[in-house]
Structures are given as structure tokens and as C-alpha cells.
């Protein structure tokens, strides 16, 4: 019989690795994909006669996440006689890390070290919500896991699926499990790259294994959070159907009321169920809409020469200039209702030239000690994620 698949993407290096018997951990996520990577890397390394550990991995991302994810993680690992590895965020969930974030960026914005207000969501170009709550805590797991290892960590991503991803490689470094303290290297690992789509459920159907209930029930065309920055409305729109997304969907339009920004960069998440939602919580989404048409045009008078590179400033506002920001701070302030300092022209010009001389301090450390120091932004970031 002919194998009805493509085979799965390896490489000299990936060969040479798992006949040494590398670990080799699958995350998993309850989407088709995943379910097709686990399914195809077992069967591999048994033919190839691979006896290192092989796992599924989860990171649970929390309230965020459908109901049926972990479950149908369960009932894969189950399948296919694995052990499922969960695991999760100690400081919260994605929710707690939006709303942490949302607060700190408040606080950043009072103390002048953001010259705008800073969204509290994540971005399809800031995805901390894939890189701190999903790689970073599995690859840590996995290093604590099996030091000394090197350790392949297999993911289910295709070529299909966008421009970016077709450019992927097999095989590259993974810098998160690199550690001089338990001795571990890794590698990604992506054994589906050249699937299809109509690849993948034809291998759900051969295999008799279900599809997660956010495809079969709802006919969403992926499975990542329940309301994800990358989804589009269609999707968003159907995982609203589920009565058990409804929660976290009024938690999340909360947000958007009292940051005032909007989920996606184009979309309010209030406006996808907005039949799912209280008569106060649509007054404060109507007013959250007007408050960030204000906020954008006040700070639209902000020249792009006084806002920060890199978390930093780069010159000293001249009196006219500071006069400008102390205009447009207090008006954001007293808009969104912020507390916040650095109100007057001389209280700003002393800022920004306490943070260049901070910036520039920061840089004669790095040149004498030859270390890489985060710029403040990231030192920010860095504090308050974990």
C-alpha cells in the first residue's frame, strides 16, 4: 500500500540527532495540525528505531483558551499512549498577563517613560503571548526536563498556511533551550512543512481521530486562543457561538473599555456579539471607540523626532516643543483619567534629559563591560512578564 502522506521534513542534522536518541517533545495545542505532527513524529522515530523520551507538551494558556483544547490534548495523548506534559505560567494566564500589562503601561505612561499610551493586547508583530506564555515556559520545562540533552522540539506549522511560514526552515536553533546551568541545546522541529491542508483532514479521517470541537462544531478554520489578535471575523465570530467563550469575551471587552484600545488594530471585540453584552458594558464601548479617536489625534500633534527609540529619547525638547507635550499629556491624562507626573515643560524637559543621561550611562556600561544591557523598554517588559 501507498502511504497516502507526505512523509515528514528531516534533515542530516535532525538524522544524526535522533539516532543518538535526542529527547524529542511535540507541542501540542488540541488543533488539527499538532494532532497531525504527534501522530506522523511517532510513527517515524518507531520506524527509524528511535528509543529516547518522546512527549506531547501544552501550555495552557488559561481562561483564554476553548474548552475542549486541553481535553483534546488529553484524549490524543491518550491515542497515541504518550505522556502529555501541561504546563503553565506561574505570575497568571494570557487574561492576567493583558491586564497586568495594561496596568504597568498606565504607570509607564505617568512616570514619561512611554511618550504615547501603550495597548495593553498583543500584536501580530509583539506575540508575547507566544513567546513568554508558550515557548519560553515549555522550553523551560523541557530543559529542567532532560539536561544535558540536546532536544528536539516539534511543532506543527506548513508552508501553506502563510508567506512567512513557507520561508521556515526543518530545522534551526532554539535559542530558549540552550542552558549553561542544566548543559542543553535544541532544535525546532517542523515535521509538517509541506502538508496541505487537505492533507491534514484527510489524515484526521483516516485515522478515525476527531477534530477539535472548535472546527466541528463551531467551523472555525484554526484552534489557538478562543478570540486570537491573528483570528479573522469569521473566526472570531464563531467562537463567540460557543456559550462557554462568552466569560472571557465580556472580560476582554472590558478591557478594550478601559484601555480604550481595540483588540485587533482594525476590530473591536465588542462588536462581534454585541448581543452577548450588557446595556453599561455597550454605553462604555461607544465611549471607549470616541475616547481613542481623541487620544489619536491628540497625539498625533506629537513630532516623531520627541518619541522614543528603543524605549528611549534621543534629544532635549526645546521650550516650544515641551510646551507641545505637556499640552498633549495633560490632555490624554485628564481624557483617559490617567494620574500622571511630568505635567509642566520644565518637569518634561527634566525628564528627557534624565533619561538620555540614564541611556547613555547604560550605554558606557555596556561598551566597558562588553555585556548586552535590555534598553528600558525591554527592562520593563522583562520585570513585570514573569
Not at 501507498?2 to 521534513?9: L, T
Not at 515556559?137 to 513557507?166: M, T
Not at 546551568?181 to 481521530?209: C, K, M, Q
Request: aromatic share 8%.
Amino acid at each position: 500500500m501507498v502511504y497516502p502522506f507526505p512523509h515528514i521534513e528531516t534533515t542530516p542534522l535532525l538524522t544524526t540527532l535522533i539516532e543518538k536518541h535526542s529527547p524529542v517533545a511535540v507541542g501540542v495545542s488540541g488543533g488539527k495540525d499538532s494532532d497531525v505532527t504527534a501522530f506522523e513524529v511517532k510513527a517515524y522515530l518507531n520506524v527509524v528505531g528511535h528509543k529516547g523520551p518522546l512527549i506531547l507538551v501544552h501550555s495552557d494558556l488559561g481562561r483564554v483558551e476553548h474548552p475542549d483544547s486541553l481535553p483534546a490534548c488529553e484524549r490524543l495523548a491518550t491515542r497515541l499512549g504518550l505522556d502529555l506534559i501541561v504546563v503553565r505560567r506561574q505570575a497568571g494566564d494570557l487574561m492576567d498577563r493583558w491586564l497586568t500589562r495594561w496596568q504597568r503601561n498606565v504607570e509607564r505612561y505617568s512616570q514619561l517613560l512611554c511618550v504615547k499610551v501603550i495597548l495593553p493586547w498583543s500584536t501580530a508583530s509583539m506575540r508575547f503571548c507566544t513567546s513568554e506564555l508558550k515557548t519560553a515556559i515549555i522550553c523551560r520545562d523541557l530543559v529542567e526536563r532532560y539536561p544535558k540533552a540536546v532536544i528536539l522540539n516539534a511543532a506543527g506549522i506548513r508552508r501553506q498556511e502563510s508567506s512567512a511560514r513557507a520561508k521556515a526552515p526543518i530545522c534551526a536553533p532554539q535559542v530558549r533551550l540552550t542552558s549553561t546551568t542544566f548543559e542543553t541545546t535544541g532544535y525546532n522541529w517542523l515535521p509538517i512543512l509541506s502538508w496541505s491542508l487537505e492533507d491534514v483532514l484527510a489524515h484526521h479521517r483516516i485515522h478515525n481521530f476527531p477534530l477539535h470541537e472548535a472546527y466541528a462544531t463551531y467551523g472555525m478554520s484554526r484552534v489557538s486562543c478562543a478570540y486570537c489578535i491573528l483570528a479573522g471575523l469569521d473566526d472570531l465570530k464563531a467562537s463567540a457561538m460557543n456559550p462557554a467563550n462568552h466569560e472571557i469575551y465580556r472580560e476582554m471587552v472590558d478591557l478594550e473599555i478601559a484601555s480604550s484600545f481595540s483588540f485587533q488594530s482594525d476590530r473591536w471585540l465588542g462588536d462581534i456579539a454585541p448581543q452577548l453584552l450588557s446595556k453599561t458594558q455597550l454605553t462604555g464601548l461607544a465611549k471607549a471607540r470616541q475616547c481613542a479617536a481623541q487620544r489619536e489625534q491628540l497625539e498625533s500633534r506629537i513630532p516623531r523626532h520627541l518619541l522614543y527609540t528603543k524605549g528611549w529619547p534621543t534629544m532635549i525638547p526645546n521650550r516650544q516643543e515641551a510646551h507641545l507635550l505637556s499640552d498633549v499629556r495633560n490632555a490624554v491624562a485628564d481624557l483617559m483619567q490617567i494620574t500622571i507626573q511630568y505635567r509642566d515643560p520644565e518637569a518634561i524637559i527634566a525628564r528627557y534629559q534624565e533619561l538620555l543621561e540614564l541611556n547613555q550611562g547604560k550605554k558606557r556600561y555596556q561598551q566597558d563591560t562588553h555585556m548586552s544591557v535590555p534598553h528600558q523598554h525591554h527592562l520593563w517588559d522583562i520585570e513585570h512578564s514573569l
